[in-house]
């Protein structure tokens, strides 16, 4: 009960994970339409949390105002996105919630459309040098689950994002969170929530260190119960010459509400190498070593899962007008101290591509893959992929609807178990004004599994109000 008083209080009143967030970010990058740069304004993210990465394409939103067009433009080019690195080791991002998923588009900033998409673009609140951005949402649904039964159920979500405007440096924080509880029908609530602080620090015109900290609540692999896991990254970036470096140090403390066996605390290095030639694609070249380590033997079996692993990725990135982002390939392997255990090994693979296809049209896909832990007898771990693929469409400069469909496949290492997530997911926005949206979303997910027993169908549908600020 005291975890989810404080999580209330995180996580604002009210927002829905859906259509009524739709256009914000798209929009927000609207606001700077004309201004035309020698490096690309949407950063690649290949596993970061989505909603950060969208956060950061509307960079200037807040104010309302375009930017000047003699924007000075750093000496170096930084092909490199400012983001973390982050290993298969790593947690993924808390939007990547088995309960409450989000459907994530964006949209063309379209210079003729600008105007009158600027209509209702919310303006935000300035305080001296830092823009601050609330939105707050509430959704009535209906649930039907084709083992739990129906439901009806009442779903919020908040997001508070503030950050500085300075002419160097940056500093960003943001605080979110979600819920979702039963009117009538299945017995449950859902809370989840994440709060994330992040800096810039430029030492040179080539040289910036980066640095984050934060937190997320979540279901953990299993869907069963609750993960909180606290972040720190440190990361250090080099643009310069033909070859740009990145490298960063992450570490994570998870501690699972349900199954204190999965606790456990992680250590990451990754370095990337970038061929920083200016040219519409750059390869690079990206490797990793990781530890973690569990505070007491699994329930399942009374082995650790303990170990050390390391990962090789070769991609490329791309830089166009119409088309931004990167995709990689590769291969990662945990060693697992317990010898009655078999090691943790795979095909590795990341992206994050947006295409617009047409000025009303974009594309949007990305991949992610990491080692997650299990308590399950005889299992190393789980090799988890996911895909997904967006496609969002204006229909009016307030009104936009958007369809998408993921892929996700869990491979349980030692034993003969796989997972097959379908998910097919659908809904519109439609803006009264600069601070109110209707919305109306829909999710139809499938789960195989080869485990008997473990085969469900999942559809919602909800209609959403969201205000924003």
Known sequence: MHRR?????????????AAPSFAQDADDAEAVPALKRTFPTRPVNTTADPSLADMEQGESSGTGKSEPADLAIPLLRPSLAPVDLRSVVRP??????????????????????????????????????????????TGIGLRRHSVEGNETFLRSNGVLTARSDWESNSLELRLGGAYRRSLAGIDETLPEGDARLSGRFDITDADRLTASAGWTLRDDTSGDGKENTFSGTLGYERFG????????????????????????????????????????????????????????PAAGDGFSRSGVGGEAKVGVAVARDDLTGEIALGYGYEWLKEDSLDDVSGVIGSASLS????????????????????????????????GETTVTYALAPNAFVVAGGGLTLEDYVGVDRKVTTTTLKAGLGYKLNRSVELGLDGEHKIVRSSEAGGDYTDSSITATLTLRQ
Not at 113 to 121: F, I, V
Not at 258 to 265: I, S, V
Not at 268 to 294: I, W
């Open 355 to 386: 295409w617009d296809a047409t000025e009303l049209l974009r594309l949007t896909g990305t991949a992610t893959t990491s080692f997650e832990p299990t308590s399950s007898a005889g299992a190393s771990g789980v090799v988890k992929r996911i």
């Open 5 to 17: 008083q404080t999580f209330r209080a995180l996580a604002m009143a009210s927002i829905l994970l």
């Open 241 to 296: 010459g033909i070859v740009g470096l990145k490298t960063a140090l992450g570490v994570d403390r998870t501690v699972n509400e349900t199954d204190p066996t999965l606790d456990n605390a992680a250590l990451s290095l990754s370095l990337r190498l970038s061929h920083d030639s200016g040219a519409v694609l750059q390869p690079f070249v990206e490797v990793g070593a990781f530890g973690r380590d569990f505070d007491r």
């Open 92 to 137: 993924l991002p808390p939007g990547q919630s088995a309960k409450l998923p989000a459907v994530a588009p964006s949209l063309p900033a379209v210079t003729r459309e600008a105007d009158a998409r600027a209509e209702y673009e919310p303006l935000g609140l300035r305080l001296g040098s830092v823009v601050v951005n609330a939105t707050s949402s």
